[in-house]
Nanobody, 115 residues
Framework: QVRLVESGGRLVQAGGPLRLSCAAS????????MNWYRQAPGLQRELVANITSDGSTNYADSVKGRFTISRDHARNTVYLQMNSLKVEDTAVYYC?????????WGQGTRVTVSS
């Protein structure tokens, strides 16, 4: 069973930086793609960033150039560095992976960006 635990979400002022962490069980971060999703109130969950096992990254257009996803293999942790935050970035952010025919999700960490 893959366990994902997000942390780092908080209230932050627009324009500021924030780093989210996702601690995973085992070595899943090294052997599987990892994703960050977010869900704002009343909206559908959307993929914002992913990183593959070989290190390739992809970003949603809305966050490209502002967010960076990365991994720490030793800590089995994936990060989302968010810069130049906007009010519209306000959402619950979820760590996700797909392993052996199942999706795994963390509990989410809430990011609130104030103007």
């Amino acid at each position: 069973q893959v366990r994902l635990v997000e942390s780092g979400g908080r209230l932050v002022q627009a324009g500021g930086p924030l780093r989210l962490s996702c601690a995973a069980s085992g070595s899943i971060v090294s052997i599987s793609s990892m994703n960050w999703y977010r869900q704002a109130p009343g909206l559908q969950r959307e993929l914002v960033a992913n990183i593959t096992s070989d290190g390739s990254t992809n970003y949603a257009d809305s966050v490209k150039g502002r967010f960076t996803i990365s991994r720490d293999h030793a800590r089995n942790t994936v990060y989302l560095q968010m810069n130049s935050l906007k009010v519209e970035d306000t959402a619950v952010y979820y760590c996700n992976t797909y392993w052996k025919l199942r999706h795994y999700w963390g509990q989410g960490t809430r990011v609130t960006v104030s103007s």
